[in-house]
């Protein structure tokens, strides 16, 4: 394992092998098989395995040659393209981890980014729709590589050399760091081994019946552990599938792939699928028979019986970057995808769910869902002080998800005791948040909140103290924050202007009292 990353203790590492779940498969033989089939399909273009493969090694050669060493992070930022594939096969066979950047990150957090793994490299498109990838100026990497005009860069297209072997990395190592959406502080980085992710993608294509006559629709971000492997795009191509990339989820660009390229199955956060949903008669557009894994945020049970109503066979997920996966399997009841987030992915997970003073709830019961796995993280990368409250002392992730089981085992999440907003399915941490507004000089403190919302289940909302004689706004206060480089998918919805932020007993804001003054205000 690399510096600052926790290993699974080893008799359990030797239980998960023996058991077979880690078989030290590499994630870098992804595009070894299946020669002339078509892997890809990026707008007009269209790459058979072979030819991804070719260019894959082809950059593994090139990036080493660069001066990238295995062990090195490379941070990439790419949006759903043929480029985010073969920089993340050439990256495992090389050993230098991909740091996945999404693509709605901006100079704030791509800079956190790369401080807080030391990246050597930055690889990214020219330019993000308006965002310019190219004027980014970082302090660590020694190396910015464009997919596209690389302006004073290093430009994609040249970083190739002749295909040769290069030693193979430890199954056990890590393969690439996923961001958490659920951290206090600053996002923390997760780091996955090529054993654990092989077992992931075998078990969800298994599960959801992937395998090389499936076509999966990448309409969710890619560099995102829903639509990258759950099976998703890496476990599409290990099944010998193909890969549809799409730009954005949007109905325009989306239906029309559908047909044309025979989708399976696609992946979509609540908003989304009511969205599609109620557009695609509008359109024209016969969903019937289309497999659709939803999750990554409450979903309302009539928003899932509707899709169903509409022809979509539902497969409810609750997933995290971290490794926790559940899910309902097509052939269960569509009742149960609409009330239910179903069984474990991995049946031989270890998991409780607690009370507040660590004891196990009665069957039924709701608490904080705790789990210990083959695919489960032990510790966040480079955080020792920060993964002493996350993990128990015997290595449970603590998820900071209220769930319970139904009596066939069947999870129901409640709610949630971590400080996080989930936004329609995009996780805003409020510290982080904070810590921006803070800035600003007309605003003296901040509390981020999430209200409720009936279309993205929540939206973030300020509340500041101002310093005295100044009103900011919240038009403002997104330009603001927007010229500080923070990514518009965190902007403040909402703004309250208050006198005082109440705090607990232990010094701390308020936030539940909030919340609930903030949350009756807004209703009334
Ligand atoms: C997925 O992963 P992350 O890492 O962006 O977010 C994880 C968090 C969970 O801890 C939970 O708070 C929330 O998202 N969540 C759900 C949920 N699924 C995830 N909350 C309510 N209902 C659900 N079904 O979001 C993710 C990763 C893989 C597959 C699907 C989602």
């Known amino acids: 394992m690399l510096d600052g990353c926790v290993p699974w203790p080893p008799e359990l590492a030797e239980r998960y092998r023996e058991q077979g779940l880690w078989t030290g498969e590499r994630l870098g033989d992804l595009l070894r098989r299946h020669g002339d089939r078509v892997a890809l399909v990026d707008g007009p273009h269209r790459w058979t395995y072979a030819e991804l493969d070719a260019r894959a090694d082809r950059l593994a050669a090139g990036l080493a040659d660069l001066g990238i060493r ?31 950047a999404l693509p709605a990150h901006r100079s704030a957090e791509i800079t956190h980014l790369a401080e807080a793994t030391g990246a050597v490299a930055y690889i990214a498109p020219d330019r993000i729709g308006p965002f310019d990838c190219r004027a980014l100026s970082l302090a660590g990497p020694h190396w910015t590589v464009i997919d596209g005009d690389p302006g004073p860069h290093l430009s994609l297209a040249d970083i190739t050399a002749a295909p040769r072997p290069l030693p193979p990395p430890d199954p056990g190592g890590v393969a690439f ?41 990448a309409a969710l971000p890619a560099a995102h552990n829903a639509a990258l492997g759950c099976p998703g795009v890496l476990g599409t191509l290990r099944a010998g599938g193909k890969v549809v990339l799409a730009r954005t989820p949007s109905p325009d660009e989306v239906f029309p792939l559908l047909t044309e390229e025979g989708v399976t199955i696609t992946t979509l956060m609540p908003p989304l699928l009511s969205a599609w949903t109620e557009v695609a008669p509008l359109l024209g557009v016969d969903l019937t028979g289309l497999v659709v894994e939803v999750g990554g945020a409450v979903l309302q049970p009539e928003a899932a019986r509707r899709a169903q109503d509409a022809g979509i066979r539902l497969s409810h997920w609750f997933g995290m970057a971290e490794g926790v996966h559940w899910h309902t399997r097509l052939d269960d009841p569509p009742e149960l995808a609409a009330t ?50 996350a993990f128990t002392p015997d290595g449970y992730l603590r998820t900071g998800d209220l769930v319970r089981l139904d009596p066939h085992g069947n999870l129901v999440v409640t709610g949630r005791v971590k400080d996080v907003i989930n936004r329609g399915g995009e996780k805003i941490g409020p510290a982080e948040l904070e810590g921006h507004i803070e800035t600003h000089p007309d605003i003296r403190t901040a509390a981020v909140i999430g209200l409720p919302d009936s279309s993205l289940g929540e939206k973030i909302c300020a509340a500041i103290v101002p310093e005295p004689g100044s009103t900011p706004t919240l038009a403002a206060l997104r330009t603001y924050l927007t010229a500080r480089g923070v990514a518009t998918y965190k902007l403040p919805d909402h703004l309250r202007i208050v006198d005082t932020l109440a705090l607990t007993a232990t010094g701390k804001i308020d936030k539940r009292t909030l919340r609930a003054t903030l949350t009756t205000e807004s209703t009334r």
Do not use: W
Request: hydrophobic fraction near 35%; proline fraction near 11%.
């Open 177 to 217: 760091f996923l961001l958490s959406g659920g951290t206090t502080g600053l996002p923390k980085l997760i780091p996955r081994t090529h054993d654990d992710y092989a077992l992931q993608l075998r078990s969800a294509a298994a599960s959801m019946g992937v395998d090389e006559h499936s076509v999966y629709l």
């Open 70 to 100: 295995p062990g090195d992070r490379v941070l990439v930022q790419l949006p759903n393209s043929a480029a985010l594939v073969y920089v993340s096969v050439a990256l495992f066979r090389l050993g230098a981890p991909p740091v996945y």
């Open 340 to 389: 239910t987030q179903g069984r474990p992915l991995i049946p031989t997970d270890d998991y409780r769910i607690i009370d507040e003073n660590g004891d196990e709830v009665p069957p039924g019961s709701p608490g904080e869902f705790l789990v210990s796995g083959p695919c489960t993280l032990r510790g966040y990368y480079d955080s020792p002080t920060y993964n002493e409250s």
